[in-house]
């Protein structure tokens, strides 16, 4: 796993960013695979009990308020969130409105701009052409 600080927050934190996480995997209708994944990875990431990790599965049928989301959490939570948000928002290497319009009601909730946005995304992008180039290197074909 690459080096992150998540487990670093609080546990209250970890679980608003775990909501964040399924509030914005819902905005377009639906979860994809890819999506699903990332989820995952962030929930196992996350150091929830197996409970808590259930509740927040639940999470993605019944999609939770995005001020629910805020409870519990600082800037510091909020911001990791969003960063994790945009890594899987762009999992199945495409972001859609509604996707985007979720972002940047998070954003705005920590005084962040649709620029920081879309640098966000811009770092995503480029995070995944690195990620290609190590499949190129081993001849592995996604």
Not at 25 to 34: Q, Y
Not at 54 to 70: H, K
Not at 81 to 91: K, P, T
Not at 102 to 129: F, P
Request: proline share 2%; charged share 30%; net charge negative.
């Amino acid at each position: 796993m690459l080096h992150d600080i998540l487990h670093h927050l609080e546990p209250e934190q970890r679980w608003g960013h775990a909501k964040l996480l399924a509030h914005l995997a819902t905005a377009d209708g639906k979860v994809s695979r890819d999506e699903l994944a990332f989820f995952e990875q962030r929930l196992g990431a996350s150091m929830l009990s197996p409970e808590r990790k259930e509740q927040l599965r639940e999470l993605l049928i019944n999609t939770p308020d995005l001020e629910d989301c805020f409870e519990g959490m600082d800037g510091r939570g909020i911001k990791l969130a969003l960063r994790d948000a945009c890594l899987m928002a762009l999992a199945d290497r495409d972001i859609s409105e509604e996707e985007r319009v979720r972002l940047l009601n998070v954003a705005k909730k920590i005084g962040m701009t649709e620029k920081n946005i879309d640098e966000l995304i811009d770092w995503v992008v480029k995070g995944y052409h690195w990620m290609q180039e190590g499949y190129d290197l081993l001849s592995i074909e996604l």
